[in-house]
């Protein structure tokens, strides 16, 4: 499954992966985009979630 928002309006959709590539119209305000080939959606909205931080490399 894809999740994605509009371009447009940011409605959320969620579609199988073989409508990846396809031309759709939103159903929320008529814009035309192609769906894209991943997730476009964070996998976290949560500012408060864990992030895993790398060390910087020494110059």
């Given amino acids: 499954m894809?999740?994605?928002?509009?371009?447009?309006?940011?409605?959320?959709?969620?579609?199988?992966q073989q409508k990846a590539g396809k031309i759709v119209r939103c159903s929320k305000c008529q814009s035309q985009f192609e769906i894209p080939e991943h997730d476009k959606k964070p996998a976290s909205?949560?500012?408060n979630a864990?992030?895993?931080?790398s060390p910087c490399p020494e110059l």
């Fill in 2 to 16: 894809i999740r994605f928002p509009c371009p447009s309006c940011q409605a959320e959709f969620v579609v199988g």
């Fill in 45 to 47: 909205l949560d500012p």
């Fill in 50 to 53: 864990p992030v895993e931080i």
